[in-house]
């Protein structure tokens, strides 16, 4: 299967509420005007791009219908997934060309982070890489041994601690094992707890200088999990963690099973970040690589 016919059959539900009604806006078309525009902004506020984005959306499609002369359904079609896929930060893919390259991984409890981890370290491993999993989600009981049996499926090595540890002196024991096993990639288990933002940052920002301390100069990604099924907030969660931790990027997790998937969009557009990979089902191949392009497409078939 493609990854449009993945994005296409994991993007079902967006496509049956939020595709629908973009394409039930279009299947009358007459001409572009401003009830069209309307009720092709009310589509995309329903499929979570949010009020703002897809207000700025619809001004830019009035624009190009003008400009441009736009006349027919595919002509639309077509400016709607130029200014939607224009609206993302495109990815080039993960940066991990030092040895080793840290992989930060953050998220609140319950987004499928240690899921997503033990995927992605499936990837790096079948790319060659040697892969060394940091436990450093010590206040969650089942993390560790979820995440140990993870790097047994895909032949990583894992550094865990005891329950309650200190996450830090797990990072600081990781990058130690990782340097003396010539690892590829260290990537990093976090702890998924919001209560409080000043207690995240200080946490996170301890992380960091051990990173710095310990690898100055290693190429790093930190990237944001995030449940497409929990809508709107979702952009609080990525608010919150972008301000602690300097996002490179996003996952987007559980796409399969929302009919919200605008949420991608949005979260790109608001952070300037890209959306690096989208989870569409249980398997470890179905955490894809974002395309934009394909992604905005799939809304329209």
Same mark, same amino acid.
């Given at each position: 299967m493609?990854?449009? #016919?993945?994005i296409?059959?994991?993007?079902?539900?967006?496509?049956?509420?939020?595709?629908?009604q973009?394409?039930?806006?279009?299947?009358?078309?007459r001409?572009? /005007?401003?009830e069209?525009?309307?009720?092709l902004?009310?589509?995309?506020v329903?499929?979570?791009m &949010?009020?703002?984005?897809?207000?700025?959306?619809?001004?830019?499609?009035?624009?190009?219908?003008?400009?441009?002369?736009?006349?027919?359904r #595919?002509?639309?079609?077509?400016?709607?997934?130029?200014?939607?896929?224009?609206?993302?930060?495109?990815?080039d893919?993960?940066?991990?060309?030092?040895?080793?390259?840290?992989i930060?991984?953050?998220g609140v409890?319950?987004?499928?982070?240690?899921?997503?981890?033990?995927?992605?370290?499936?990837? @790096?491993?079948?790319q060659?890489?040697?892969? @060394?999993?940091? $436990?450093?989600?010590?206040f969650?009981a089942?993390? =560790?041994?979820?995440?140990?049996?993870w790097?047994?499926?895909?032949?990583? %090595?894992?550094? *865990?601690?005891?329950e &309650?540890? %200190?996450p830090?002196?797990?990072?600081?024991d990781?990058?130690? +094992?990782?340097k003396a096993?010539? +690892?590829?990639?260290?990537?990093c %288990?976090?702890a998924?707890?919001?209560?409080?933002?000043?207690?995240?940052m200080n946490?996170?920002?301890?992380?960091?200088?051990?990173?710095?301390?310990?690898l100055?100069?290693? /190429? *790093?990604?930190?990237?944001?999990?995030?449940? =497409?099924?929990?809508g709107?907030?979702?952009?609080?969660?990525?608010?919150?963690f972008n301000?602690? $931790?300097?996002?490179t990027?996003?996952?987007?997790?559980?796409?399969?099973?929302? $009919?919200? &998937?605008?949420?991608?969009?949005?979260?790109?557009?608001r952070?300037?970040?890209?959306?690096?990979y989208i989870?569409? &089902?249980?398997?470890?191949?179905?955490?894809?690589?974002f395309?934009?392009?394909?992604?905005?497409?799939?809304?329209?078939?």
């Open positions: 493609s990854f449009f #016919e993945k296409r059959e994991g993007l079902k539900k967006t496509k049956e509420a939020a595709g629908g973009l394409n039930a806006v279009l299947s009358n078309f001409s572009v /005007d401003e069209l525009l309307e009720e902004e009310d589509a995309m329903m499929a979570d &949010g009020a703002a984005l897809a207000a700025d959306v619809t001004e830019q499609l009035r624009r190009r219908a003008r400009l441009d002369s736009l006349q027919t #595919e002509q639309v079609v077509a400016a709607l997934c130029d200014i939607l896929s224009e609206k993302m930060v495109k990815s893919g993960l940066h991990l060309t030092t040895v080793p390259s840290v930060l991984v953050v409890n319950g987004v499928g982070k240690t899921t997503t981890i033990g995927k992605l370290g499936q990837k @790096l491993t079948s060659g890489k040697k892969v @060394l999993f940091a $436990a450093a989600d010590t969650r089942a993390a =560790a041994d979820q995440l140990s049996v790097a047994g499926r895909c032949g990583a %090595d894992i550094v *865990r601690h005891g &309650g540890s %200190d830090s002196a797990v990072i600081f990781a990058l130690s +094992a990782a096993r010539k +690892a590829d990639v260290v990537i %288990d976090t998924g707890r919001l209560h409080n933002k000043q207690n995240l946490e996170l920002s301890k992380m960091n200088r051990v990173i710095d301390r310990e100055p100069g290693a /190429d *790093r990604e930190t990237l944001l999990v995030l449940d =497409a099924t929990t709107q907030n979702a952009i609080a969660q990525a608010d919150a301000e602690a $931790a300097h996002l990027g996003v996952v987007i997790t559980k796409l399969d099973g929302t $009919a919200k &998937g605008g949420i991608a969009i949005n979260v790109s557009s952070l300037s970040v890209p959306v690096q989870g569409v &089902g249980e398997q470890a191949d179905d955490l894809l690589e395309d934009a392009r394909e992604f905005v497409r799939a809304f329209f078939e």
